[in-house]
C-alpha cells in the first residue's frame, strides 16, 4: 500500500438516494481528513480522525452527511437524501499526528453527481 | 482562524518564460506553507513546504517558493515554464501553533502557451 484509495473514483445518483464513500488511507498514517471541492473551489475541510475517533466536524458538514472510522483503519463518507448541491469531488487525505510539518497524502477523490 | 488568498483565477505564461503564481495567508501564530498541484479528475500531488530555516524552499518538478514573512506571502515560481506545467495549483497554510487541519486556497489556473 503506497497511497491513499477512494473508492468509487465516480458515482452518479439520483436526488433522494443515499451514497457511501469509502477511503483507505496509508497504513502507518493515524489521521484521516475528508475534503470537499465544488467547481472552482479549493479543498474545503470537513471532518477529520485521528485514529478511530473523530475530532473536528465543519458547519459544512449537515446532519445529512455522516462519517466513520470504526477500527481506525478505512473510513466511509455517507450522505443522506442527496441533493444536487452536493455534486462535488470529495477527497480523503492522511497523516500522522506527530509530524505537524507533513503535509497529507491524497486520494483520487470521488467525483459525485446528483442528478 | 488562518485563511489563505490567491488573487488571480488563472496565470498565463509562454513556455520558456519565468512564472508566479502568487499567495498570501493569515495565522495568528507560525506558519506551515504548503503549494499542491492538480490535474484534471485527479487528487492534490505535494509540490514543497516551508516549515522553518532558508525563505527559499526548492520542490518538485522545477518549481520553488519563497517565504515573505513581512508580506505574508509564499508565492510559486519556476525559473522557464513547460506545457506541462499546466494544471491548478492551491496554496494552503497550517498553524504550528495549534494542532489543527490544513487549510486551502481557492487554487490558480495556470495555462502555458506553446
Known amino acids: 500500500d503506497t497511497g491513499v484509495s477512494q473508492d468509487p473514483r465516480h458515482k452518479i445518483t439520483k436526488r433522494g438516494q443515499n451514497v457511501t464513500f469509502r477511503c483507505d488511507p496509508i497504513?502507518?498514517?493515524?489521521?484521516l481528513y475528508w475534503y470537499r471541492q465544488t467547481l472552482g473551489q479549493g479543498p474545503e475541510f470537513l471532518t477529520y480522525?485521528?485514529?478511530?475517533?473523530?475530532?473536528?466536524k465543519s458547519r459544512l458538514l449537515s446532519d445529512r452527511f455522516s462519517a466513520e472510522r470504526p477500527k481506525g483503519s478505512f473510513s466511509t463518507l455517507e450522505i443522506q437524501r442527496t441533493e444536487q448541491g452536493d455534486s462535488a469531488m470529495y477527497l480523503c487525505?492522511?497523516?500522522?499526528?506527530?509530524?505537524?510539518?507533513?503535509?497529507?497524502?491524497f486520494g483520487s477523490g470521488t467525483r459525485l453527481t446528483v442528478v | 482562524a488562518q485563511s489563505v488568498a490567491q488573487p488571480e483565477d488563472q496565470v498565463n505564461v509562454a513556455e520558456g518564460n519565468p512564472l508566479t503564481v502568487k499567495c498570501t495567508y493569515s495565522?495568528?501564530?507560525?506558519?506551515?506553507l504548503f503549494w499542491y498541484v492538480q490535474y484534471p479528475n485527479r487528487g492534490l500531488q505535494f509540490l514543497l513546504k516551508?516549515?522553518?530555516?532558508?525563505?527559499l524552499v526548492k520542490g518538485s518538478y522545477g518549481f520553488e517558493a519563497e517565504f515573505n514573512k513581512s508580506q505574508t506571502s509564499f508565492h510559486l515560481k519556476k525559473p522557464s515554464a513547460l506545457v506541462s506545467d499546466s494544471a491548478l495549483y492551491f496554496c494552503?497554510?497550517?498553524?504550528?501553533?495549534?494542532?489543527?487541519?490544513?487549510?486551502f486556497g481557492k487554487g490558480t489556473r495556470l495555462h502555458i502557451l506553446p
Open positions: 487525505a492522511s497523516s500522522k499526528s506527530l509530524d505537524r510539518a507533513y503535509g497529507y497524502t
Open positions: 497504513s502507518e498514517h493515524n489521521r
Open positions: 480522525f485521528q485514529n478511530e475517533a473523530q475530532l473536528e
Open positions: 495565522v495568528s501564530g507560525n506558519p506551515y
Open positions: 516551508y516549515i522553518t530555516g532558508d525563505n
Open positions: 494552503a497554510v497550517r498553524d504550528w501553533n495549534r494542532d489543527d487541519k490544513i487549510i
